[in-house]
């Protein structure tokens, strides 16, 4: 799961800093090419004998429960735990941090957001674990 975790992005290596970097909304063709970086991050890692165990984990970061992600559109019942839980992370992280495109929100509005998406999108016992994480301040 650590090495997933922190691999699950390396296919944005295959995408433009112009778009990885756009201050502003991207436009269907920016987001189509970002889009593809799961499926990017399964080709580094699959081709690489240690990483090949988890390129299906880190790749899938983009799934969501009711078949709504990307790159594959994989819904619950394909999905097992540790690409549901890397989803959870990746969300949070996404909505908690700085990005170019948008200032950081505060903790407790990133957990709102997870809980709208739980059980739905999300995985409602990763969400119920990083909310303690949040609330235990251990995040």
Same mark, same amino acid.
């Given at each position: 799961?650590?090495?997933?975790?922190? &691999?699950?992005?390396?296919?944005? $290596?295959?995408?433009?800093?112009?778009? %990885?970097?756009?201050?502003?909304? $991207?436009?269907?063709?920016?987001? /189509?090419?970002?889009?593809?970086?799961?499926? !990017?991050?399964?080709?580094? &890692?699959?081709? =690489?004998?240690?990483?090949?165990?988890?390129?299906?984990?880190? /790749?899938?970061?983009?799934?969501?429960?009711?078949?709504?992600?990307?790159?594959?559109? $994989?819904?619950?019942?394909? &999905?097992? &735990?540790?690409?549901?839980?890397?989803? =959870?992370?990746?969300?949070?992280? /996404?909505?908690?941090?700085?990005?170019?495109?948008?200032?950081?929100?505060?903790?407790?509005?990133?957990?709102?957001? %997870?809980?709208?998406?739980?059980?739905?999108? %999300?995985?409602?016992?990763?969400?119920? !674990?990083?909310?303690?994480? =949040?609330?235990?301040? %251990?995040?």
């Amino acid at each position: 799961m650590m090495r997933a975790g922190l &691999l699950h992005d390396i296919g944005k $290596l295959g995408v433009s800093n112009r778009i %990885l970097d756009k201050p502003g909304p $991207l436009n269907d063709e920016e987001y /189509a090419k970002i889009k593809q970086h799961p499926r !990017l991050t399964y080709d580094i &890692l699959s081709r =690489v004998g240690p990483f090949q165990p988890i390129a299906e984990t880190a /790749a899938n970061h983009h799934e969501r429960l009711d078949g709504s992600g990307y790159h594959r559109g $994989l819904a619950a019942e394909n &999905l097992d &735990l540790p690409p549901r839980i890397l989803s =959870v992370a990746d969300v949070f992280d /996404a909505l908690s941090a700085d990005r170019p495109y948008h200032k950081a929100l505060p903790k407790e509005k990133a957990l709102d957001i %997870l809980r709208e998406e739980s059980a739905t999108k %999300l995985d409602p016992e990763s969400v119920a !674990l990083l909310e303690g994480l =949040v609330t235990e301040d %251990l995040l």
